[in-house]
């Protein structure tokens, strides 16, 4: 990020009262990542946020057209299944959506979102899964989700060009105890024979750490 080092502060300051708004700092506790859109995600496990430099721009059109460029198919970057967001959408006041929801009364269970600031944010809920009495963050999966979303955001900005630099905010919920699964090829897994939790403990504790780490 350029500018004088108030320019920057200030900037990241921007950026920090918005993610406040979205419950996306450590103060919030229970409720972190629960503000926004977020909040209708059922056992939220994984939120993934772009903010561009103004986060209150009008700089993307709400429309039909736009919802159509959201829905199209795109191949991944990794070369695998894309991900599935849902078969519904909407719109709202500051996004629209595509997401996924089971039941009329339920919550939704995954969601893909543009913002009108032109920023691209994604959630999912159900995303871990348990091995014994501990909870596995499945990390081939969590990476290949992120890398779609720059994808995305990449298309975003080449289409509408939204005001640059870009903030990345990942937040991963309920980490406390838990460890991370779905490593490499040739990496030993939970509840297989002979592995061991210690440094996947130290990973996920790192995770714990920068649960809303920010790319600045």
């Known amino acids: 990020m350029n500018g004088t080092i108030h320019e920057i502060d200030a900037q990241r300051a921007r950026w920090r009262r918005y993610r406040a708004a979205q419950r996306l700092t450590d103060e919030d506790g229970d409720e972190f990542a629960l503000g926004g859109l977020a909040r209708h995600v059922d056992r ?35 070369g695998g299944p894309a991900p599935q967001w849902g078969r519904h959408d909407r719109s709202t006041s500051s996004a629209l959506v595509i997401y996924d929801q089971y039941r009329d009364d339920g919550g939704w269970e995954r969601y893909l979102a543009l913002h009108r600031h032109g ?43 939204p005001d640059l630099p870009c903030e990345a905010a990942i937040a991963l919920r309920h980490t406390n105890g838990a460890t991370l699964g779905g490593f490499a090829e040739g990496w030993k897994e939970p509840g297989r024979a002979l592995w061991e939790l210690t440094s996947s403990d130290q990973s996920c504790r790192a995770f714990r750490r920068q649960r809303a780490t920010a790319a600045r």
């Open 44 to 78: 939220l496990d994984l939120r993934l946020l772009f903010l561009p430099r103004d986060p209150v721009a009008d700089t993307v059109p709400l429309d039909s057209e736009t919802l159509g460029w959201l829905k199209e198919p795109r191949p991944t970057p990794y």
């Open 119 to 161: 920023g691209i944010e994604l959630g999912s809920g159900g995303l871990t899964y348990e091995v014994g009495d501990r909870t596995i963050f499945p990390l081939w999966h969590i990476v290949g989700i992120a890398w779609t979303a720059a994808a995305l955001q990449s298309e975003v900005a080449e289409r509408w060009r």
